[in-house]
């Protein structure tokens, strides 16, 4: 029997819940049992609970059939509990360094009935705030254990459940079980403290709360957020039951309950504005229906003027009594609003685009767009083929940047960025498509749908992930960006990985399109012909052997040593070797040019092109490893600064345990690689094949026909082709291959990050 059972109810924490595990799993402190209740989440919450169990004991999954709520998974999750104590967390939060060796010494030493522990709220945008309990315990001078009646104020603790750890046996010797529907911790916090005879606190935060910029449902408006008040018809009920020791308490709940609804009520992500009369209103019944009959503790100021409102059940006084405070703060917004608009555009133009917003909307037009107008590329050329074909009745229009336009091929429509004809198509097109994001003055009219297409499954940190990672910011304005993509209406994901983490980098609200990348349609369906195509079209002779070097680029650190030194590269490979080197317009000193086997590509406008004429790839922590992947062939993994990348730009994917192919930190590790011909071994296939099966399992030639029957045709996401696809893991297949490779590949040498070792001589030949 375990010390401790953590129950963790799951239901769309996708983009989170790895975080949450981790957060338990990786503690020092091991004697812990996980029961994980997926509470029928629609997303791949299952799979990765799953996934766990699989290598880890520790975790048991309990899958409910139908979805249950919060309180109904916690209650599921208590029947299969073991342990000594039980601790509910929320699976979208995580708990801090250390918090399981605290909690169990605790536990231990206390022998509580109820464990309270501190928390801090964490924002989307990293900031944080720790909760009030230090202010409410220094004072009190608590004693190692203690109850509610010795120490009242602590009615005050956050009515939450995982702030508390819970002896079992007090919660089934209380039969204390949670309630269905919203705020369902309301009838529990406050009963376990007056029903507990030792209750301790541990003043250390144990708990980061998280504070979710999209998704949480006690952010979201609607008819919902009147549960709280059954919730607190049942608490009273329980206070019924309770009998004396309950009574001395009534008062301080009846306060809490108008303090916690009055926040509900001033709330506009929670109370929609034509329901908060009606929401008032049942307020006041409230208060008269469990008002003490020996009165309560009014507070004083503001707070307390707020009660005698709610008890008269006035409604007109209460928005009179907050008009003069929502006007103050209307002119200051509206005075930001005026400044902000007029350092948007010039004004003119502005006027212009208005005016074309308020007239109708063209129902037939889609204006896309790749890499801010750099041309015709990426997911969004993908999609506008597609379209032409499945919904020829869309218009589909292109802005380029000016001297841009011949970069799109004839017969297809474009608009020059800045022109009148610009700002109308923006205006007036129900579509925008594009891989990046659309200016922020760019309004999202009503019936619109934005498409954000993205272009590269993550390795590096991105969105709000990249906070963590203030080096590699450059001074973005995190909010803005939020702002643009608040008006996604569809996100493509070309695999489960990438959306979990869309959704936490991006907490916006859009509908995931889990589809496969459409870019990638064209390296399925390429035939022998396009292969030999695309060589011809870059200058490749038969015979030759043609190796792609497309490393990403370091925003922290332009102009980086850790990038390959191609032209020493080539001197080292055999005759036949091309290296076709594609690296970013920031690192374009990396190729010197003039080697006759050194191909700069910087400006080739199709990076598909490289991808079917390379025999072979070299890259770092670039998406590129990914869509190559597509095509099944060798990839080598040239990551010279992994450490410092890792601590300045943040990756969710070990390059080096989970990538997909071979790996070198030094360019003769690379060098041997070749040479020896490890990077086409049988090994390395596998590796890479495991590798294809997490994220290359969508790519099926038909991304681009999913995106255009949901989006232009509206066809339901699950009855599009190859909805439902799940990843393959297979962890320890990899994990056994990657051991393979490091046997076989050069051991890692003491060098410099300037490799100059280059006195061997080619002793291979490097075949295709």
């Known amino acids: 029997m375990p010390l401790l059972s953590v129950v963790l109810p799951v239901y769309r924490v996708q983009?989170?819940?790895?975080?949450?595990?981790?957060?338990?799993?990786?503690?020092?402190?091991?004697?812990?049992?996980?029961?994980?209740?997926?509470d029928c989440s629609p997303d791949h919450s299952g799979a990765i609970l799953d996934e766990y169990a699989a290598r880890d004991k520790r975790v048991r999954v309990v899958h409910l059939a139908e979805n249950a709520g919060l309180g109904e998974a916690r209650n599921a999750g208590m029947k299969h509990v073991t342990g000594e104590y039980v601790?509910?967390?929320?699976?979208?939060?995580?708990?801090?360094?250390?918090?399981l060796g605290a909690v169990a010494e605790r536990l231990r030493s206390a022998d509580p009935d109820v464990l309270v522990v501190d928390f801090a709220k964490v924002w989307?945008?990293?900031?944080?705030?720790?909760?009030?309990?230090?202010?409410?315990?220094?004072?009190?001078?608590?004693?190692r254990t203690f109850t509610l009646a010795e120490y009242p104020a602590m009615i005050k603790v956050f009515h939450v459940a995982w702030n508390k750890i819970f002896k079992r046996e007090f919660l089934v010797g209380n039969d204390i079980t949670y309630p269905t529907g919203l705020y369902e911790d309301v009838p529990v916090g406050y009963p376990v403290l007056m029903l507990a005879d030792r209750i301790s606190v541990l003043e250390r935060v144990c708990i980061y709360y998280r504070q979710r910029r999209r998704g949480a449902i006690t952010s979201t408006p609607g008819r919902r957020h009147f549960e709280v008040f059954d919730q607190y018809d049942l608490l009273f009920e329980r206070l019924d039951r309770i009998?004396?020791?309950?009574?001395p308490f009534r008062g301080l709940v009846f306060g809490r309950m108008l303090y916690q609804c009055l926040l509900v009520l001033d709330n506009a992500e929670r109370v929609a504005r034509s329901d908060r009369r009606e929401f008032f209103l049942a307020l006041a019944k409230a208060y008269h229906r469990h008002l003490p009959a020996g009165g309560y503790d009014e507070p004083q100021g503001q707070e307390g003027r707020k009660h005698r409102l709610v008890a008269r059940g006035s409604y007109a006084l209460w928005k009179a009594t907050r008009l003069g405070f929502r006007l103050t703060n209307a002119v200051k917004f509206r005075a930001k609003k005026v400044q902000r608009k007029i350092r948007l555009r010039s004004r003119l133009r502005m006027r212009y685009y208005r005016w074309h917003v308020r007239r109708p909307m063209d129902q037939k037009l889609a204006v896309y767009s790749a890499y801010w107008g750099k041309g015709y590329a990426c997911n969004p050329r993908a999609v506008y083929e597609k379209m032409t074909e499945l919904s020829p009745g869309v218009r589909g229009v292109w802005e380029v940047k000016p001297g841009a336009e011949d970069a799109v091929p004839p017969g297809v429509e474009t608009v020059t960025i800045g022109t009148a004809a610009h700002f109308r198509a923006l205006a007036r097109a129900k579509y925008l498509i594009s891989n990046v994001n659309y200016p922020g003055w760019v309004r999202k009219r009503p019936g619109a749908v934005h498409l954000s297409t993205n272009h590269g499954t993550p390795v590096k940190a991105m969105g709000v992930d990249q906070l963590k990672f203030p080096a590699g910011l450059q001074g973005m304005n995190m909010s803005w960006l939020l702002k643009r993509c608040d008006r996604w209406t569809f996100n493509i994901s070309p695999n489960a990985y990438t959306s979990e983490i869309w959704e936490r980098a991006y907490p916006c609200d859009y509908e995931t399109l889990e589809v496969g990348y459409p870019r990638n349609d064209v390296l399925v369906n390429a035939t022998e012909h396009d292969v030999a195509a695309a060589r011809e079209r870059l200058g490749l002779q038969p015979g030759q052997v043609a190796v792609a070097y497309l490393p990403t680029y370091r925003d922290y650190e332009f102009g980086?040593?850790?990038l390959l030194n191609v032209e020493r590269f080539a001197d080292r490979m055999p005759p036949e070797t091309v290296l076709l080197v594609r690296v970013h317009h920031f690192?374009?000193?990396?190729?010197?040019?003039?080697?006759?086997?050194?191909?700069?590509?910087?400006?080739?406008?199709?990076?598909?092109?490289?991808?079917?004429?390379?025999?072979?790839?070299?890259?770092?922590?670039?998406?590129?490893?990914?869509?190559?992947?597509?095509?099944?062939?060798?990839?080598?993994?040239?990551?010279?600064?992994?450490?410092?990348?890792?601590?300045?730009?943040?990756?969710?994917?070990d390059v080096f345990t989970e990538g997909p192919g071979v790996t070198a930190r030094?360019?003769?590790?690379?060098?041997?690689?070749?040479?020896?011909?490890?990077?086409?071994?049988s090994t390395a296939a596998g590796t890479r094949k495991v590798f294809r099966e997490r994220f290359c399992y969508l790519d099926d030639g038909h991304a681009s026909e999913r995106v255009v029957r949901r989006v232009f045709l509206d066809e339901a996401a699950q009855a599009l082709p190859g909805a439902g696809a799940v990843p393959v893991v297979h962890t320890e297949q990899l994990q056994e291959m990657r051991a393979v490779l490091d046997d076989t590949q050069p051991q890692e040498r003491s060098t410099t990050d300037d490799d100059t070792d280059i006195s061997e001589e080619p002793s291979a030949v490097v075949g295709r």
Request: hydrophobic share 40%.
């Open 15 to 38: 983009a989170y819940l790895r975080e949450c595990l981790d957060s338990i799993l990786e503690q020092t402190f091991t004697d812990v049992e996980v029961i994980a209740v997926d």
């Open 87 to 99: 601790w509910f967390i929320d699976s979208d939060d995580w708990i801090t360094p250390g918090a």
């Open 124 to 143: 989307w945008n990293n900031k944080s705030r720790r909760s009030k309990l230090s202010a409410l315990v220094r004072s009190q001078e608590l004693p």
């Open 243 to 247: 009998g004396p020791r309950a009574e």
């Open 560 to 562: 980086s040593d850790a």
């Open 587 to 653: 690192d374009r000193s990396h190729v010197a040019g003039g080697h006759p086997r050194v191909m700069d590509l910087g400006d080739y406008p199709s990076v598909e092109d490289i991808y079917l004429a390379a025999d072979a790839l070299i890259t770092d922590y670039s998406s590129v490893m990914f869509d190559y992947a597509v095509l099944d062939r060798p990839i080598a993994i040239y990551a010279a600064d992994w450490n410092k990348y890792r601590a300045n730009r943040g990756a969710y994917l």
């Open 666 to 681: 030094t360019e003769s590790e690379l060098v041997d690689l070749f040479i020896s011909g490890e990077v086409f071994s």
